[in-house]
């Protein structure tokens, strides 16, 4: 049973920062790429940030430049550094995960956390 715990989600007000980690327990190998999702209320989950083996890393466009994203690959734990917040940044974060399957085909990213909560408010 693969497990993604999420934690570091607050109340932080505008301009501040806050660091999410997701770990990933169970009896997993071959993880390919960690990520973060969000999802505000009333909106479609938000892609926000992916670090893939090799140390490449993608953001979404609204947070460039303000979120970093870090791996420990030693103990399977992903960091989602989130600087100068927004009230718009207000939202779910969900982990994800790629897993490169143990037969040839897809990289499946059906994994996810159950998400924690940060809220960009004064």
């Known amino acids: 049973q693969v497990q993604l715990v999420e934690s570091g989600g607050s109340l932080v007000q505008p301009g501040g920062s806050l660091r999410l980690s997701c770990e990933v327990g169970g009896n997993i190998s071959n993880i390919y790429a960690m990520g973060w999702y969000r999802q505000a209320p009333g909106k479609e989950r938000e892609f926000v940030a992916r670090?893939?083996?090799?140390?490449?890393?993608t953001f979404g466009d609204s947070v460039k430049g303000r979120f970093t994203i870090s791996r420990d690959y030693g103990r399977n734990v992903c960091y989602l550094q989130l600087n100068n917040l927004k009230p718009e940044d207000t939202a779910v974060y969900y982990c994800?995960?790629?897993?490169?399957?143990?037969?040839?085909?897809?990289?499946?990213?059906?994994?996810w956390g159950q998400g924690t909560q940060v809220t960009v408010s004064s």
């Open positions: 994800n995960i790629g897993v490169v399957p143990i037969e040839s085909g897809p990289i499946d990213y059906d994994y």
């Open positions: 670090a893939t083996l090799g140390g490449y890393t």
